[in-house]
């Protein structure tokens, strides 16, 4: 068997139970992937984007992965992408806007036709490229680290093998394939480091690209330690409450270096900025930061971490007598003549006006507390009463067909509400 096929065996058993989407440039690393799987029986299907960047060339690529998926009877999926009308909505560069669209579109079809994975044809080359660009942008050791041989959903079985062993492959098998003539240009980083740093690394030792693969396992290995660290520790700091983190403040500060903790300890919820977390800390008031998925926010002594929902505070959900919801509580209404003994509140039913409407705080909300002469703004109780931010946020309010609010659920009614001696009709409310 050939080297190069009895090194794959070695790092890879593709279960042949599974489907799978495989990404094709037309270029020579991703047919050579193409040709390992047929040579193996393993059943795949083709997705090639179009970025109509390069003109007749970008067209004859398509035509190029076409002919050989109906060659060998493989299914083909292609889509032209917009790349410059893309960049005029977000600041960032063709390469990064070109992976992006092509990602967004790759799981779309994995989710559509149900692919169980998608391989890529990334090799040992592309990772040292990763390896500088990282390192020019100051990366930590997760940025360092290469790219991962799989992750997720995404396998990437070249990722062992330099561009010079697949290029051997490719000769001796016959392999046809497309050049992109883009990737002799300069004008990107991975263009810049492939043909400026990497010859010159070659040159210093001769070996070089095989001592990077025994580093980047090195890293790896570290990274998984350091992993496996973490994780152990926000077992013992993270206390996790119907749904919500709550953090020590004084567990966190007694971390060294505390910047470097914060990192590990958050950035798998979108929190990258040690310095912000730090600063939210320290601050004097509660307060909060976001990411693009969760929240972080300071209450008195503690962190509270949670994901992000949203919710309009103009949606309200009309509730009648004896009509049960269970969006977005669970919440049961219902007028007797008698106090039902089992119900959380019980009001007088003949004061209120139906029919009754389920919403969140509003500005400007007013209320008459139980107990106390006259009114407050709902804000006021909140802070009278000690409700974190949180709480706040999480606090359903009942009110009735004249915009009263009748009862905040489970904390406190409404003073004009209330029963007395008189009341001949009891609005019993059950929350569960």
Not at 10 to 35: R, Y
Request: glycine share 4%; hydrophobic share 35%.
């Amino acid at each position: 068997m050939n080297n190069f096929l009895t090194k794959f065996h070695q790092n890879w058993n593709l279960p042949t139970n599974k489907s799978f989407l495989v990404a094709v440039s037309g270029g020579v690393d991703s047919m050579v992937l193409c040709d390992i799987l047929l040579k193996n029986s393993i059943s795949f299907s083709i997705a090639h984007c179009n970025f109509q960047l390069r003109g007749k060339d970008s067209e004859e690529d398509v035509k190029f992965v076409e002919n050989f998926c109906q060659q060998n009877s493989i299914p083909f999926f292609t889509k032209k992408f917009d790349v410059p009308a893309a960049k005029q909505n977000e600041n960032s560069s063709t390469q990064m806007i070109a992976r992006k669209l092509r990602y967004e579109w790759f799981f779309e079809l994995m989710k559509v036709y149900h692919f169980d994975f998608l391989l890529t044809a990334h090799h040992l080359n592309d990772s040292l490229e990763t390896f500088f660009i990282n390192l020019s942008r100051g990366s930590g050791i997760e940025g360092l680290s290469g790219i991962k041989s799989s992750s997720n959903s995404i396998f990437r079985p070249l990722l062992s093998f330099s561009k010079e062993e697949i290029l051997h492959y490719a000769q001796e098998f016959k392999i046809q394939w497309r050049e992109d003539s883009s990737n002799q240009e300069t004008n990107y980083i991975r263009n810049k480091v492939r043909h400026k740093i990497s010859p010159v690394l070659n040159e210093l030792h001769p070996d070089f690209l095989q001592n990077f693969a025994k580093s980047l396992h090195y890293l790896q290995t570290d990274n998984q330690i350091l992993h496996q660290y973490i994780a152990e520790l926000q077992k013992k700091i993270f206390q996790k409450e119907e749904g919500i983190f709550h953090i020590s403040i004084s567990e966190l500060q007694k971390l060294r270096p505390l910047e470097t903790y914060l990192f590990h300890l958050f950035s798998d919820f979108g929190f990258k900025f040690p310095l912000e977390i730090n600063k939210l800390i320290h601050s004097e008031n509660n307060g909060e930061i976001q990411s693009f998925s969760h929240r972080l926010v300071k209450n008195r002594k503690e962190l509270l971490l949670f994901s992000k929902t949203i919710e309009d505070s103009s949606i309200e959900t009309e509730i009648n007598p004896n009509q049960i919801i269970k969006k977005p509580l669970y919440l049961k209404v219902s007028i007797s003549e008698f106090r039902e003994t089992s119900a959380s509140e019980v009001l007088d039913a003949e004061k209120i006006s139906f029919p009754l409407r389920l919403r969140k705080k509003r500005t400007g909300d007013i209320f008459y507390p139980l107990g106390l002469n006259g009114a407050k703004k709902l804000s006021k109780f909140f802070k009278d009463e000690k409700f974190s931010k949180i709480e706040k946020e999480n606090t359903w309010l009942l009110i009735d067909n004249e915009n009263r609010i009748i009862c905040i659920l489970g904390k406190r009614i409404d003073d004009r509400f209330k029963i007395t001696k008189d009341t001949h009709k009891f609005l019993n409310i059950f929350l569960c």
